[in-house]
């Protein structure tokens, strides 16, 4: 399963940017029949909720510019208090459009949850200065438990710098929100363009909320996302190498970040299988170690195949559930252990190897994790990053 189950009805949250909305000609008329269909086919086959937050956009922005003509000097308040009033009006359109399926109360007030929402569709707006709806969407997804925030934009992806700008700019596909939050400015400002407001970041980090910054006008990559497929896009959330992290619900796929494969599927089991195989077969032919240390071992399928091949394989895992999940027969070779703080002496493999794991860490802890590799290796380490 990704993100998105087919299981139950799910509730989305949408961030939509004023800019799709209102962009420089006026409004898009063409996007909002898409958005239409779009939002109409995923209720009727995936029975699908929807919290809708609408942006400012360009009237935003125009109204703000305008009122500065006129008297100079605005107090950001007030500055904000005409970009609200603006989200407002785009979010009557989309009531308007939905009007049929959407709850008939636009969200202004985000203190008080809405009563008795049974329409597959609610819609909100700006509500107090100091933020963007950005922020508001976060607290959507905290008051009706909504792990994931689709935040729509005109980008692809966020660049870890302006791309308009530099042309080194590099596209990010999955960071953290520690690493995010040096990319945005530390303070709200009226008009402050950025793929996520600081304020609704630091919100976001604080509830362990997941964010997808996508295009927005790109509505079969949408479909993708929500169908649990490879998608364009940014993802943004707390990456933590815990126990906690790694339960029952992420081995069998429910909590997946970029890529969203059916793990739980006979299929996605074969593939599994295939894959840990082919990594054996690969060990043992070029490098034929004496001994492997797998770190971030899951449930030890790497382990069972080079053991199978000669190979006196072991591994460390922080998740009790997978350790409890693993076969009879790797079982005993699998030991509790971070990499941060792996539990053998030094020079104790010819090959230590990881895959997919690096990318979890954060930052200022791969450094440490990459020496305690090499410590306990007296050869050769392998790193995959997925």
Known sequence: MGVFSSQKTETVVLSVGGSLVVPNGGIDIDFLKKMNVFIRSQIKDKQ????????GGRTARHYRDAAKDVIGTITDEDLDWIG???????????RTIFQDIAHPRIIENYDRKLRNWNEPIAIGSGWKPGWSTDYCSVVLARDYNASVIINLSNIDYVFDKDPS?????????????????????????????????PVASQLAKRLGTMVIVANGKNFSN????????????????????????????????????YKMPLT????????????????????KLFINPK?????????????????????????IEISTYALESAEKETRPFIRKGDIGKIPYDNDSFDLVVSFDVLEHIERSKIKKAAEEAIRVSRKLVLHKIY
Do not use: C, M, Q
Request: hydrophobic share 40%; no cysteine.
């Open 291 to 315: 001994n492997v240390l797998d770190i971030g071992s899951g449930t030890g399928k790497l382990i069972k195949y080079l053991r199978r091949l000669g190979i006196e394989a072991y591994g």
């Open 165 to 197: 700008v530099f042309k080194d700019a590099k596209k990010i596909t999955k960071t953290t929100w520690s690493y995010f939050e040096k990319l945005v400015p530390k303070e709200w400002k009226p008009g402050t363009n950025a793929p996520f407001d």
């Open 48 to 55: 699908r909720r929807f919290l809708i937050v609408i942006g």
């Open 222 to 257: 949408l479909n993708k996302i929500l169908s649990g497929e490879n998608f364009k896009g940014t993802v943004i959330t707390n990456y933590r190498i815990d126990a906690s992290f790694y339960d029952k619900e992420y081995y069998e796929g429910k909590k997946i970040e």
């Open 264 to 283: 739980r599927s006979f299929l996605g089991n074969v593939f599994i299988e295939i894959v840990n195989f082919y990594r054996a077969f690969w060990i």
């Open 84 to 94: 609200i009033h603006a989200t407002r009006l785009n979010a009557h359109i989309f």
